[in-house]
């Protein structure tokens, strides 16, 4: 100790001039914090999306192998009913699971994990002979019940279709490797969603050039941790 004396903190706290310091530094922390959750997007992932209105950066992520390239989509249903309600499980570290990006009934996607990483939404998986397709794979949730008679309403899907050409503008992913969960779940079986989706009329209007602005844009209120019923949605790793 060097003796010098020590300002008590409730003292320092009192002085206005520090006082003021410390709102400086609190919005200088905010403001840097902001822009890296900025440089994230931009620097990291797809560019700035007309589609996406939130980031919303998820832990439960890690590298993707060296080797592998991205050339799959895998489609899911959420089976939790809302997007707050998605994001509160894939903000949970405990639960393991997240996507890339989740899009909600109303055509609102929010991106949880940049596409360079590895989300972790297949579980044990196969497509065409190779397995762990989350290695190789964009995971996009839709929020739907997946019990067959929950709709995926047309702004959501035009949501999803946009999405979609985003990617490849990236990367090369052909109709035949856009898979819903179903298909690559490992044993067969062990995954249903996206119960009913039409995956025809989704690669058709993935091909056709955006005409649609209706897409909700515009900001968001910070999102809230939703606290999540026991057992809604299967850990999947
Ligand atoms: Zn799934």
Not at 30 to 53: R, T
Request: overall charge neutral; hydrophobic content about 40%.
């Amino acid at each position: 100790m060097s003796g010098q004396q020590q300002e008590h903190p409730i003292i320092s706290a009192q002085k206005p001039g520090r006082n003021w310091r410390t709102f400086l530094g609190v919005l200088l922390l905010v403001a840097v914090s902001i822009n890296g959750a900025v440089a994230i997007v931009q620097g990291n992932s797809l560019p700035p999306m007309p589609l996406a209105y939130a980031y919303v950066p998820s832990p439960n992520c890690d590298d993707r192998p060296a080797s592998a390239e991205i050339t799959c989509i895998v489609i899911h249903s959420t089976v939790e009913p809302t997007t707050e309600g998605t994001e509160g499980i894939f903000l949970n570290a405990a639960k393991k699971v997240s996507a890339h990006f989740v899009v909600g009934k109303d055509g609102r996607v929010v991106q949880m994990v940049p596409v360079e990483k590895r989300a972790w939404h297949a579980g044990k998986s196969m497509l065409d002979g190779v397995s762990d397709v989350n290695s190789y794979s964009i995971g996009i949730e839709m929020v739907n019940l997946n019990d067959g008679v929950d709709p995926y309403p047309p702004a959501q899907v035009e949501a999803v279709a946009g999405l979609i050409r985003l990617i490849r503008s990236r990367y090369n992913v052909p109709d035949n490797r856009v898979v819903s969960h179903a298909q690559i779940a490992q044993p067969a079986g062990r995954k249903s969603d996206p119960v009913g989706f039409d995956f025809e009329a989704l690669l058709k209007l993935a091909r056709t050039p955006e005409t649609s602005t209706s897409v909700p844009t515009g900001s968001r209120p910070t999102p809230t941790t939703v606290p999540m019923p026991a057992g809604r949605h299967e850990r999947e790793e």
